[in-house]
């Protein structure tokens, strides 16, 4: 399974932006896919799961009410569209998917895409 997350940039504090992972190989409703986001000089957290068939979503507090993941199976495409933004958002944002349903750990997640970078301006 590959991952390739996109849709990163630079906006400025109160906008939107969505980003989009493609996922390749063993697909459709196979896996659960997740954001997860690492800003500098701190660890790896988590944003967002959704399950396979998209019923089930999991968010973190930190996001919630603002982010939304979505799921495509036909287009193979897992979607964070994030609303409101901050600069305590600036991040690089990875994609992952995992064959253990959904998690906030990133530990359960096998396979991951490089990330894309988000910055948020002040």
């Known amino acids: 399974v590959q991952l390739q997350a996109s849709g990163g940039g630079l906006v400025q504090f109160g906008d939107s932006l969505r980003l989009s992972c493609a996922v390749a190989?063993?697909?459709?409703?196979?896996?659960?896919l997740g954001w997860f986001r690492q800003a500098p000089g701190k660890e790896r957290e988590f944003v967002a799961t959704?399950?396979?068939?998209?019923?089930?979503?999991i968010y973190a507090d930190s996001v919630k009410d603002r982010f939304t993941i979505s799921r495509d199976n036909a287009k193979n495409t897992v979607y964070l569209r994030m609303n409101s933004l901050k600069p305590s958002d600036t991040a690089v944002y990875y994609c992952?998917?995992?064959?253990?349903?959904?998690?906030?750990?990133?530990?359960?997640?096998?396979?991951w895409g490089q990330g894309t970078l988000v910055t948020v301006s002040s």
């Open positions: 959704i399950s396979g068939s998209g019923r089930t979503t």
């Open positions: 190989g063993r697909t459709g409703s196979s896996y659960a």
């Open positions: 992952a998917a995992s064959g253990r349903g959904t998690s906030r750990s990133y530990s359960l997640y096998d396979y």
